[in-house]
């Protein structure tokens, strides 16, 4: 992976979502490192690593996707984050809440890897 | 008390004497009369009409003891004094003739007669007096001898008539006043009647009254898990049952004419709502918050609202208040009554009951999303494509788990329909859009069941305020329905059109029908028509349940037309926006 590439943390308490949002984030070309299974890990991890996309579950063990959001906005060294939410809630309030926390971008699953990888690039191409 | 009134009436009845007591003075006189004749010399002039006399005296005396032993007396007693006359005219006949010592015995019998009821008794008795004062000249044959004699048959009639006359009217007031009396005596008896039955119905009232009471007391303290509370206009507790003491910790001693209702109320709750209603006018201006309280039940609707309780400690109770009226004879409310129920634990239930809907819905999508992930990466894998077989089973691996996933979303739409919690995201939308799009994209299931799609839209567009999702969800629904119910070469015709209030989507096919005793179950969850299981079409229940949701959230209507074998036609209604 090269230095210029966009870094990507992953948290998600399933195992299997976890692998498919890393294979969408290598089918994207981004560079994945850190992939967690909770709120908690995911902090530290976005403190250790200072990623440039941290994509978050929404209902995890620990800190929700929601609160680490918030968390992450009210943390000055982490500006400029990206955040998508991930969540397999149904209705439209669930994402007003994903936004008003600061996400920036809302999935709900079941999510196309196909088409999340696309976004994914298309998102990050403009950073280029 | 009625056979001592009767007794009282006997008595005073002029009429009662029998015939024998009246006859007994008359007789009594004779009989001296006879005696004198007898014991005084020279008083017998004609010994045979005494005898005569007598003889017919004691005719008469046998006839009253005939009449008295008859008991009603009729005016053939009047025989009796008749004879009297009779025996005297001929007693006197034969004690002198026109110069008898004995003329006066006449009056008895007189007295008798003129006693009678009626005028003409008084003429009666002047001609028999007449006529038997002429006696004697009938006996001697001859006519009177002078002025004199003529006089004395003319002019005694006249005393005796006079006589009569007083004495007949004398009776005849008598009578009256005895006809008064009684009939005084009667409503006397009859008013003294009424009185009694009057204080028996008054206690028989009375003791009805006080088993109300007593019933209406032991419901009001049999009620011991609701809290029934009165109050009169402006709110002061008059009623506080065993229910509302347990529900708010206080005895009725200490809130019945000392609190209002108000007191065991959030304020805030009652400003809110207070607020809500744009401040009701009310009976209590000067207190809002109760106004609000009892606005529905004021305007004479009955009502179900949740509030919240406080206790005197603070504490609080969530309640479902039920407000009524309560009036008076005329109608006119005179207070509330509010009748509270403990939800705690039936919001705690409802609670619990999302979560757990929500941690199923979530638990189950997360297995379907890795399900659906992985076959998209497979399908998608570049590097060594499937065979087409390969391609056909993934194909119904994906398309039951989308299956899945519908049934999921179905039931987890279902739970938040039932638990009231049911958004809708309200935009103008263009109805003939949201149908085309629903037809559009049941085109592939349709060709694949050999059911032809067929789109009726107007030309103009229909434009209403809706959630656009949700009614293309319901239209999704009967579409989809009507395609499953329909058999291979048949049709579904979907048309939009409109009246002066509502815009109408109706969706027809020509499928199995659904039986006429079925279609009130229609909109029960997990209801299955009995054409649906004999024709194995797949299906849960819930489409209909979860399109009539929608429908009726928009304030529209539902209506199903269906013929066992024919067709089925379902309208859906939703209101257009009012022209103003």
Known sequence: MSAGAVRVVIADDDADIRALVSIAVGKAGLDLVAAVADGDQAWLALQEHHPDLAVLDVSMPGMTGLELCRLIRADAALAGLHIVLLSAAVDDQARAAGFEAGADEFFLKPFSPREFAAWLSDFMVPEK | ?580
């Open chain 2, 1 to 580: 008390m009625r056979r001592f009134s009767l007794s009282i009436m006997r008595r005073l009845s002029v009429d009662t004497p029998s015939t024998a007591l009246k006859q007994l003075p008359t007789v009594i006189a004779f009989v001296i009369a006879v005696l004198l004749a007898f014991l005084l010399p020279d008083m017998i002039t004609r010994p045979i009409a005494v005898f005569r006399g007598s003889v017919v005296m004691v005719v008469a005396t046998a006839l009253s003891l005939f009449f008295a032993g008859r008991g009603r007396v009729t005016a053939w007693a009047l025989l009796v004094p008749g004879l009297d006359l009779f025996a005297i005219a001929l007693l006197r006949t034969g004690t002198g003739g026109t110069t008898s010592l004995f003329s006066a015995l006449i009056i008895l019998p007189v007295l008798w007669v003129a006693a009678e009821k009626g005028r003409r008794w008084v003429v009666v008795t002047a001609v028999g007096t007449s006529l038997a004062l002429m006696v004697p000249y009938v006996v001697d044959w001859r006519w009177p001898a002078d002025i004199a004699e003529w006089l004395r048959g003319v002019f005694s009639p006249f005393v005796f008539g006079v006589a009569a006359a007083i004495i007949n009217e004398l009776s005849r007031q008598a009578r009256q006043q005895l006809v008064s009396i009684q009939r005084l005596a009667r409503d006397r008896e009859v008013r003294l009647k009424e009185t009694l039955s009057l204080a028996d119905q008054l206690k028989e009232n009375e003791q009805r009254l006080n088993a109300a009471d007593r019933f209406t007391r032991s419901v009001l303290d049999a009620v011991t898990e609701q809290s029934v509370i009165g109050t009169d206009l402006t709110g002061l507790i008059d009623v506080w049952n065993p229910g509302a003491a347990v529900m708010l910790g206080l005895p009725a001693t200490e809130t019945q004419g000392k609190r209002h209702i108000y007191d065991f109320h959030l304020d805030e709750e009652l400003e809110n709502r207070s607020r809500e209603l744009n401040y009701p006018p009310g009976a209590t201006v000067l207190n809002p918050g109760f106004s609000a309280l009892v606005e529905s039940a004021r305007l004479g609707r009955a009502e179900v609202r949740d509030w919240t309780y406080v206790r005197t400690d603070g504490s609080s109770v969530s309640v479902a208040v039920a407000v009524t009226p309560r009036v008076d004879e005329d109608d006119a409310t005179v207070g509330y009554i509010f009748v509270a129920t403990d939800v705690t634990q039936a919001l705690e239930v409802a609670r619990l009951k999302d979560e757990f809907v929500g941690l199923i819905s979530h638990e189950l999508r997360t297995p379907l999303s890795s399900i659906l992930g992985y076959l998209e990466l497979l399908r998608d894998d570049d590097e060594s494509p499937l065979s087409e077989e390969q391609l056909q089973y993934l194909n119904v691996a994906e398309r039951n788990a989308h299956r899945l996933l519908r049934l999921v979303g179905d039931l987890l739409f279902t739970a938040q329909v039932t638990s009231g919690k049911f958004p809708l995201d309200i935009s103008q939308v263009v109805l003939n859009e949201v149908v085309a799009a629903a037809v559009q994209s049941a085109g592939p299931v349709g060709s694949a069941a050999g059911v032809e799609l067929i789109l009726h839209l107007p030309e103009d567009s229909i434009v209403v305020r809706a959630d656009a999702v949700r009614l293309g969800q319901a239209c999704d629904n009967l579409i989809s329905n009507a395609i499953k119910f329909t058999p291979r070469d048949g049709t579904v015709t979907v048309s939009l059109g409109s009246t002066d209030t509502d815009a109408v989507i109706t969706v027809l096919d020509t499928g199995m029908g659904i039986a006429a005793s079925e279609l009130d179950q229609l909109y029960a969850r997990f209801f299955r028509a009995s054409t649906a299981t004999r024709n194995a079409v797949p299906g849960v229940g819930l489409g209909l349940t979860i399109t009539k949701a929608i429908v009726i959230a928009h304030d529209g209507e539902l209506d199903v037309d269906s013929e066992e074998g024919v067709g089925t036609a379902f309208s859906m209604s939703i209101p257009l926006p009012r022209r103003s």
